[in-house]
């Protein structure tokens, strides 16, 4: 149905065998395996510069008893494809 609907389409196995990947017109081999290329689930982290170090935060509110926002300084932003980390969507923003 993706593939009629205009999604982009990923195959396995098919000359990479160890990795999903575009396939621009697909054929459907029964030894292959296909999906719908997933959506990118975007995660933010920040980091916290205090007297004790340097830390990384992954919290919803980034928010606890010990740490206030002034020693947040900056935020990570980054895709998960597949869980795992896309390094070419890391973005790093001074707050």
């Keep these: ?4 609907e205009g ?3 990923e195959v396995f ?4 065998p160890d990795m ?3 396939e621009d017109d697909p054929c459907f081999e029964d030894d292959c395996a296909y999906r719908v290329k997933p959506e990118p689930e975007t995660m933010t982290a920040k980091l916290c ?3 004790y170090g340097t830390s990384l ?3 919803p509110d980034f928010r606890d008893n010990y740490y ?3 020693n947040f300084h900056f935020t990570l932003t980054f895709d998960i494809i597949d869980g795992k980390p896309d390094s070419a969507s890391i973005k790093i923003e001074e707050l």
Aim: glycine share 18%.
């Design 1 to 4: 149905m993706g593939w009629h």
């Design 7 to 9: 999604k982009i389409i």
């Design 13 to 16: 196995g098919l000359g990479y």
């Design 20 to 22: 999903w990947y575009y």
């Design 49 to 51: 510069i205090d007297a």
């Design 57 to 59: 935060h992954m919290r």
């Design 68 to 70: 206030g926002d002034e």
